[in-house]
C-alpha cells in the first residue's frame, strides 16, 4: 500500500464516517474543506503510515481503519483478524487522539480535536 492509497481511504472514510449536528453525513452535504483541512489530515495520515507502514502488508484497508480506530468507532484495525498487529495498530491510533470533522460558520468542513 503506497503512502497516497494510505492518505486518499483515510480521509475517504473520515468523510464517509462523520455527520453534521442534524445527522447528515458529511459525504452528501455541499462544503468544501477549509484550505489546511485535508493537508493536515494527510500529514496526520503520514505520520501514521511512516510509523506503520511495516505492518500493514498489502492491507487497502489500513487508512480506513486508521480513522476508525483512532476515533472509537465499532470497527478499525482490532476486528480485522489481524490479531495481535491489529491490537497493536490499534493501540497505536487510539493513542494519536480523536478527530472530528464538521462545518464551520463559514459552511467550510474542518478537522478539530475530538
Given amino acids: 500500500m503506497s503512502l497516497k492509497d494510505f492518505q486518499q481511504a483515510y480521509v475517504e472514510c473520515a468523510f464517509w464516517s462523520s455527520f453534521t449536528e442534524d445527522g447528515t453525513p458529511l459525504d452528501g452535504v455541499n462544503a468544501d474543506p477549509a484550505p489546511d483541512t485535508i493537508e493536515k489530515m494527510e500529514r496526520e495520515a503520514e505520520a ?3 510509523a506503520n507502514c511495516d ?60
Avoid: C, I, P
Fill in 48 to 50: 501514521f503510515y511512516t
Fill in 55 to 114: 505492518l500493514f502488508a498489502d492491507d487497502s484497508q489500513a487508512g480506513h481503519d486508521f480513522w476508525l480506530s483512532r476515533n472509537g468507532h465499532g470497527a478499525g484495525f482490532w476486528d480485522r483478524d489481524l490479531g495481535e498487529v491489529g491490537d497493536l495498530l490499534h493501540a497505536r491510533a487510539k493513542a494519536t487522539g480523536e478527530r472530528d470533522l464538521l462545518v464551520g460558520d463559514d459552511g467550510m468542513l474542518y478537522q478539530v480535536q475530538g
